[in-house]
């Protein structure tokens, strides 16, 4: 049951889920089924998030599904949501702060609500518990003509043909690290793309290291076959250890050049090989996004493909108590793995709050029959996911393709000599300090796309995202929060 999308004083809820993706969305319906009260919260005007992105209803798409694999269980759930008297969905809610109240112990979810955020109402969701669904984004590396109109994120490309049914150019160079571009090459050439090639800076020999991790999901080689059965019928070439490592056109991509890369993703001198086209597009991977989690202090690990992820217990509940956490958030693993979390947090979520209830509860709870076969599919395919990112975990060597003038930080356009000159000259020894100096990551985006490359043009380790603000807030938004109650321990004596 979808509730009005605006609300400033929303009612108390057993459970927030954040990320209407299919962990959140599996999630609420999980516990909205148990008999708890579950505010869906997310961005986006329909569900499904990223993966099951679906075209504007005002397009008139006929069939959206033959856009997604994987679209019966989307359908299924959606089906279930809309059965569910006890869940809210709430959208068009932008996320940019979530409190935990020391007095009551209950979470108090800050939103903005809205098309975009930028000029909307502001919302306050509290309840017992919270789940995070907040999904991943796309890892970008910087590269020569990177800014330039036609260069797209690999996912956006994607975004794009599901969304909005149109295409970044006729003839695109899908180019990155990562299975994301066999399914992004094969998705643009059945809607009629011409790709030149799939430029992928790793390979996939590295796969047989990791044995057990196949033999467990035979699936994801019979899904890779799939996309590669595809782009051989559309006769385009993979071709792997190699990047795109220049863009070239005045005012939009005209080409692109591509060069051998070693092991460590340095472009071998020599190897370079111009490719036309209309358009690139370009992604190294996902990234969990958990800033909203690491604004409340949660345990984070780093992964094999150099980024953070949420550390949870076997409840897939965090550090933080009552805070429980599925999908990318816990380790880039697809939308199947997802799908699981999504479940197995959703009815944990609902034995422990539906406990403190009383226990009023139906009766699809967490029993052990339920639990224990998600629990083994999660283990299987999170063993996938963890040779899937040391697979094609990038290499340092990739500074190697940047030129001086190269913008890392587009929203302050910081050029990566900018960047070396205040390691080098200015004294600067941590990221920090080159924000300080450069303005590297102080933009629109606040450091979403930039600061790794930062910190490996500082020599600096990636760090976790700490922000206090998740999205751009209006002051008027935060002049609107009622004051602070008094603390009695505080007051004088």
């Given at each position: 049951?979808?509730?009005?999308?605006?609300?400033?004083?929303?009612?108390?809820?057993?459970?927030?889920?954040?990320?209407?993706?299919?962990?959140?969305?599996?999630?609420?319906?999980?516990?909205?089924?148990?008999?708890?009260?579950?505010?869906?919260?997310?961005?986006?005007?329909?569900?499904?998030?990223?993966?099951?992105?679906?075209?504007?209803?005002?397009?008139?798409?006929?069939?959206?599904?033959?856009?997604?694999?994987?679209?019966?269980?989307?359908?299924?759930?959606?089906?279930?949501?809309?059965?569910?008297?006890?869940?809210?969905?709430?959208?068009?809610?932008?996320?940019?702060?979530?409190?935990?109240?020391?007095?009551?112990?209950?979470?108090?979810?800050?939103?903005?609500?809205?098309?975009?955020?930028?000029?909307?109402?502001?919302?306050?969701?509290?309840?017992?518990?919270?789940?995070?669904?907040?999904?991943?984004?796309?890892?970008?590396?910087?590269?020569?003509?990177?800014?330039?109109?036609?260069?797209?994120?690999?996912?956006?490309?994607?975004?794009?043909?599901?969304?909005?049914?149109?295409?970044?150019?006729?003839?695109?160079?899908?180019?990155?690290?990562?299975?994301?571009?066999?399914?992004?090459?094969?998705?643009?050439?059945?809607?009629?793309?011409?790709?030149?090639?799939?430029?992928?800076?790793?390979?996939?020999?590295?796969?047989?290291?990791?044995?057990?991790?196949?033999?467990?999901?035979?699936?994801?080689?019979?899904?890779?076959?799939?996309?590669?059965?595809?782009?051989?019928?559309?006769?385009?070439?993979?071709?792997?250890?190699?990047?795109?490592?220049?863009?070239?056109?005045?005012?939009?991509?005209?080409?692109?050049?591509?060069?051998?890369?070693?092991?460590?993703?340095?472009?071998?001198?020599?190897?370079?090989?111009?490719?036309?086209?209309?358009?690139?597009?370009?992604?190294?991977?996902?990234?969990?996004?958990?800033?909203?989690?690491?604004?409340?202090?949660?345990?984070?690990?780093?992964?094999?493909?150099?980024?953070?992820?949420?550390?949870?217990?076997?409840?897939?509940?965090?550090?933080?108590?009552?805070?429980?956490?599925?999908?990318?958030?816990r380790g880039v693993g697809g939308a199947e793995l997802a799908l699981a979390e999504g479940e197995l947090a959703?009815?944990?979520?609902?034995?422990?709050?539906?406990?403190?209830?009383?226990?009023?509860?139906?009766?699809?709870?967490?029993?052990?029959?339920?639990?224990?076969?998600?629990?083994?599919?999660?283990?299987?395919?999170?063993?996938?996911?963890?040779?899937?990112?040391?697979?094609?975990?990038?290499?340092?060597?990739?500074?190697?393709?940047?030129?001086?003038?190269?913008?890392?930080?587009?929203?302050?356009?910081?050029?990566?000599?900018?960047?070396?000159?205040?390691?080098?000259?200015?004294?600067?020894?941590?990221?920090?300090?080159?924000?300080?100096?450069?303005?590297?990551g102080m933009g629109w985006c606040q450091g979403r796309i930039c600061s790794s490359a930062v910190a490996c043009?500082?020599?600096?380790?990636?760090?976790?995202?700490?922000?206090?603000?998740?999205?751009?807030?209006?002051?008027?938004?935060?002049?609107?929060?009622?004051?602070?109650?008094?603390?009695?321990?505080?007051?004088?004596?």
């Amino acid at each position: 049951m979808t509730s009005p999308a605006e609300q400033d004083s929303s009612p108390a809820y057993d459970l927030v889920v954040i990320g209407a993706g299919p962990a959140g969305l599996a999630g609420a319906v999980a516990a909205g089924e148990a008999g708890l009260r579950v505010a869906l919260v997310d961005a986006g005007e329909q569900t499904g998030g990223q993966f099951y992105r679906s075209p504007s209803p005002g397009l008139g798409a006929r069939r959206p599904e033959a856009l997604h694999h994987g679209w019966s269980a989307y359908a299924s759930l959606r089906a279930r949501l809309d059965r569910c008297a006890g869940i809210s969905h709430l959208a068009l809610h932008h996320v940019w702060s979530v409190v935990r109240e020391d007095r009551d112990p209950t979470w108090t979810v800050h939103a903005l609500v809205g098309a975009d955020g930028t000029d909307a109402t502001p919302a306050r969701i509290s309840a017992r518990g919270l789940l995070l669904a907040t999904g991943a984004v796309e890892r970008q590396l910087p590269f020569p003509g990177w800014t330039l109109p036609g260069v797209i994120s690999a996912g956006g490309a994607q975004a794009m043909l599901k969304s909005g049914l149109v295409l970044p150019g006729r003839r695109i160079v899908v180019a990155g690290s990562g299975p994301l571009l066999l399914a992004a090459a094969s998705s643009l050439t059945a809607a009629g793309a011409r790709v030149p090639a799939v430029v992928d800076a790793t390979g996939y020999l590295g796969y047989a290291r990791h044995p057990r991790a196949l033999a467990l999901n035979p699936g994801k080689a019979a899904e890779a076959l799939t996309h590669a059965r595809a782009l051989v019928r559309h006769k385009v070439p993979v071709r792997t250890r190699t990047a795109v490592t220049e863009v070239h056109g005045t005012e939009r991509v005209e080409a692109v050049t591509v060069s051998r890369l070693d092991r460590t993703w340095r472009p071998v001198p020599g190897t370079g090989r111009r490719i036309a086209c209309d358009a690139v597009a370009v992604g190294h991977g996902l990234v969990p996004q958990i800033d909203l989690a690491t604004a409340l202090g949660c345990e984070v690990r780093r992964t094999a493909d150099d980024a953070y992820a949420l550390v949870t217990d076997d409840s897939l509940e965090t550090s933080v108590p009552a805070l429980w956490v599925a999908g990318e958030s816990r380790g880039v693993g697809g939308a199947e793995l997802a799908l699981a979390e999504g479940e197995l947090a959703g009815l944990l979520a609902a034995a422990r709050l539906g406990d403190r209830a009383g226990g009023q509860l139906t009766g699809r709870t967490a029993s052990t029959s339920r639990t224990t076969p998600l629990r083994r599919r999660i283990a299987r395919m999170r063993t996938f996911a963890d040779a899937m990112a040391a697979v094609h975990a990038p290499g340092p060597g990739w500074t190697g393709w940047l030129a001086g003038d190269t913008e890392v930080c587009r929203c302050e356009e910081v050029t990566a000599d900018r960047i070396r000159e205040a390691t080098t000259e200015l004294g600067a020894r941590d990221t920090r300090t080159v924000k300080l100096l450069t303005r590297a990551g102080m933009g629109w985006c606040q450091g979403r796309i930039c600061s790794s490359a930062v910190a490996c043009l500082a020599g600096e380790p990636s760090a976790p995202d700490r922000r206090l603000l998740s999205t751009p807030v209006p002051l008027s938004a935060l002049a609107a929060l009622p004051p602070q109650p008094a603390d009695p321990s505080e007051a004088p004596q």
